[in-house]
């Protein structure tokens, strides 16, 4: 069935989380390997992104966790001498990198095979231009363009092609410097910053097919030219708006099946083209008034939207694409849902299913909030019903963005009048659906909504009748209501905000075939337009509900996931059945070939509820869920639910400021002083009492929104009010900040006695919020190990009598503040944590595993048990800021990071070095580095890189005055960025008012940032570090 | 969701009653309850003569996105319906909906109003279809009671007589001409074949030998059509005779199921049929594989006599879904090549007997 057997095949993953690659990648690479391992091959991985799950030991038989860069996969290749490399299920960032050591002939070299569609399939696929021209040899439909090499390239081609001009890049992910351009002005504003972000100095101008429909072809065919479209997704948002930032309905639902199969048929032309092996999307323009249609792009590889289509149609492609990479043929191949029937058919949906992004671009300082051709959004939930409405409204709370549904109970969005409802859609404001009903709701019709938006007048009715039903619905008598609420619920409201109950939802299996064939496989989601539910009573005694963290933002991310799988792998290897519950459609946990039933739909106590009768679940894990699981568990204990780990009363200890304030002062541990106050002038006479710098957060909040450190009392005035206006004046809580203190990490697990923790000590000062601080894990015998000897006694005895006064279980992460070696405890987070991924991976002993047995059993020693380290291990932020346009690159208490990454090395600056490499755009600075705004650490940070590099100097006028620099004004600076003479900028604070277009022209311009002065002593440091390329094993 | 507030139920032979709301006539439905997983094509599915006598379930809870076009027809062929009519007795749907493109002329409720044709939503069309797919395809009926009242018993009625033309009808083209017989057919076979150039004859389903053979045809084709095929022994006479002459033939669906019993095959009814456009079938001597349009209720099972070759399995149950019989110069298929609703992957069988017909021409001279 495969060509000639390969025994040991090397994957690449995607790096960090990052805007446009997300888990989705995580998802498609350990389909792969599960492919790989189903025909008995040995994989390899080599992904610096330590959250995921694909390096853990469960899918692959070797992890490296190095930089995605091609001296990394050179080292790994060299030393396990795969047969074949897989380029395409790592998104953009493994496709690029391999495609560079085929070009340079490495591979061929190394006789190491490249899998799946060949590089010049790829080449063809991915350069704009000659996709464009292949396409025209062969007829098919491309919009008109021109593909250009420079400004003036570019300008012709707009001025030839008229305006409105759509701009994209060649080889990038996530439209990222592509762009709309109305006139000339705004065509020559973007246009350089469009080359920047392109891998080959390629764009492609093309005419701007305003409100034209977007649609995607999900193609998969093998090397023989079977072809099957495993879905076609259509795209609400219209084109010019990227399918990132789309809401996407799967099946396709305005397409009638002349149309539908002209374009299917063009898609499999597109894919032979390239010679596609595997799967491939190709999208689509559709002009709204007639057949007329363009291709407009394809990616020959695993991409958001084939994530999207197996978790849409329960088909795994990415599994199967892997076997078709091996040489398999698709009708050879199983349909892993019903096990009877072939892969090689084209599902069929009975159902509605909804993705949504969402968006955090409130936490970045001036970026732009709004919804482009440019991928923004953080995270995306997939919802699925029996009806659009249902579906739409199911997706609004998935996003968990405080939205019922798409009637807003934001007080903003609440009183805005028709006009400026009207004007948000037009400024296209994400989550345009709430603005949209919101229009409607102050008399707009559908035809000046679909004007403002360009939306099917199709899909704008179905909200307009929600508008309508609601208002009735609210008018009615209280009998009266209760007569129609199921009717309502069946539309997608919900019971919170219906005010009432509801029969139970039902459950539905999703089984690829429309019920025309029995299916093996447990996919499920929940709808209330049922008459049967297909829910089978588990073994209640066996059988554990596990929550995932829904949509990812800022804050959550791929690491809950792997929370997710790897206490959940815990429970099955203790004799568990796992029913999963999760809405992410990006995540390996939401695989139905994990769990023993997958449940995809809302992580919320309504559904927890229902699926725990309906299903007879009674245990429940929550600590995977993130902070959902925490707010909802007194909810869900109520209603008899078993929360497996620490419980509600034990979470609302922790999570309540004054109750664990109490708490700790009982147990004398140290915490800084603060206070939670109700106005500015309880805060001002807080600070009198306590002293400057304070730190100043709402409460209740997540990553640290808001949050921020105030130096004097104008500062505390504006951050309080601030906060109040934003979050409607909820409490303040302001406390003490120690400056220059040390920040640490205890990431623990407990039997609720016993107790398992890895400490972790961050490079920035504490301030700098934990998800964007760099992490180091040292190992038992190093000297900076032995230096925090005392200090890391005094934390376990702190967890210690923590976990007894609380009764923690399970996993649990406490935060410290540490100076002259007192350990001030900061926070408490009783779930899974941001870093258990890597304190698990540092030092070889899985925290998850332990935090489920500690849920069920008791662990076989007494005491605090500290695993020995032998390596170095260094966890780095992977921050976004190109992509969040506008944005103000700078660290602080509110996290910005979208992902992160980690290395391991014997040696500390190697660790460091490699680590910081692995995000994206850092690299080794080969010509010069600005420095500039690091205050006094300013001149040893200079002497190092004169020590160690050979990096030319310079700093930026209006700054301290530096020994060997040269000084740069602002416009000299911003030339040398773009040109790439400064490859690498130095700088600390907070100072946008002096800096905002420096640190933006990095954003724009790819060049590496180092944001914090202790870090960026840290790295020029580790410069010249020689490091090594070892297997993660071999660290332990 | 449907304004109106007009309840009905669906009542199946076991007794099972589904509750509802009423669209379309006010009339009462009854028919062989059948349901199809395709998720558009409802223009072309509902006014398919293969329907007849059916009242057919969409698995795709919403129906009517697009509404409904004006017809057109080119060459004196529908390009965008089946038959100049709805074909099925009753339509059942999750919702009807009430979208409207750039070439609707017409809702679909209003098509089903005008054409007085009843249907009946909000009904949880996948307990339908797993109920159907457990216990059998099975007679019901839309109605304003709950009663079951015994209908006419769906084997036994010969709809293709109701469904074929009454007189030839010819549809002139450059090239020469092939006789398609009408079982039933869906307009998409004559857009085919006339696709290719050639003239098309259209005769009806009791065409005799001599009737047929009157045109002297280059080819002939057998088209697909509704209701049980072992009531068409007249029907396959004629076939059979007419297999002998080695003119070309294309049996498609129906016409599949006609070739197989003028050989002596057997034909079942099977347990709820195929009614899908996503259906992998391969084609046995190059191993290539498409994906096919099905619509049947009956299939070819049994020994395959000497001289029969399957040329096509489904991938999914291996059903026969393709003959040939070289020396009488016939290839068959189970599924639909024409597709309409479905893809382009079958044209392929039109290509083949586009060769068959070349090279009994080029044989002929």
Redesign the interface.
Known sequence: MEKDKKNKVLLIGSGGIKVAEAAEFDYSGSQALRALRDSGIKSIVLNPNVATVQTSYTMADSVYILPISSEYIKRVIEKEKPDAILPGFGGQTALSACLELWDEGFLQAKGVEFFGTSPDGIKNALGRADFQRLMRKLKIPVPPSFGVRSAEEGIDAAKRLGFPVMCRVSFNLGGRGSFVAHSLEEFESSISRAFAQSGTGEALVEKYLSGWKELEYEVMRDKEGNTAIIACLENLDPMGTHTGESVVVAPAQTLDNYVYQEMRSMAIRVAESISLIGECNVQFALNPNSYEFFVIETNPRMSRSSALASKVTGYPIAYVAAKLALGCRLHELQNEISRSTSAYFEPSLDYIAIKMPRWDNKKFEMAEDSVGSEMKSIGEVMSIGRNFEESLQKAVRMLDIGEEGVISTNEAIKAMSKGEAVSALRTRKPYWFLYAAKAFEEGAGVEEIHDATGINAFFLEKIKNLVGKYAEFCNLKEDKKKEIVEFMLGLGFSEKQLGYKGPGQKAKHIDTLAGEWPSDANYMYLTRNAILDEAEKQDGKDSVLFLGAGCFRIGVSVEFDYATVMAASAAKKLGKSVVMLNCNPETVSTDWNFSKILLFDRVGAESVISISKSFGVNDAVVFTAGQIGNNISEELHGSGINILGSGHKAIESAENRKLFSNIINELGIKEPEWESVASVSEAVNFAARAGYPLMVRPSFVLSGSSMGIVKNEDELRRKVLGIEKRYMHKPVVISKFISDAEEADLDCATDGKSIIGVPLFHIEEAGIHSGDSTMQAFPTESKEAKDREHVVEKMKRIAESLVERLRIRGPFNLQFAIKDEVPYVIELNLRASRSMPFSSKATGTEILDYAMKGCLYNFDWDGFYNPKLKAYGIKSPQFSWAQIKGAYPCLGAEMKSTGEVASFDKDIDAALLKSWISAQPNRMPQKGALVYGNGASTETLERELEDRTSLKLYSLEGFEASRGAETLSEKEALNFLRDKTIDIVFTDGHIPEKDYSVRRACADFNVPMVLNSRLGLGLAKALGAKTDANELKDYW | ?SERNDVAYLVLEDGSV?PGIRFGSHSNAEGEVV?T?????Y??SLSDPSYKGQILAI????VG??GV?EKIRRNGILT?FESEMIQVSGLIL??I???????SEKSLERWLDDENVPGISGI????L??HI?EKGTMAGIISSSKEFNKVRNYESINFVEMVSIKQPLIYENKGPKIAVIDYGLKEGILECIYSMGYSIVRLPHDATEEQVLSYNPKGIVLTNGPGNPLLLSRETENVAKLMEHNIPVLGICLGHQLVAMASGMEIRKMGFGHR?????V?ELHT???M?TTHNHGYAVFGDVPDGVEISHVS???RTIEGMTIKRHNVITAQFHPE??????DGFRIFELFDYAVKGFIGGKR
């Open positions: 969701m589904y349901f997983t395709s998720m558009n094509g223009v072309e698995t795709h809870p919403l996105n697009y076009p965008n999750g919702e909906t009430h979208g409207s493109e750039w070439n949880d069309t996948r307990a279809a797993l797919r899908a456009i996503n259906k992998g391969m191993g290539k594989c994906i991938l999914d149950d597709a309409r609703p479905g893809t382009k």
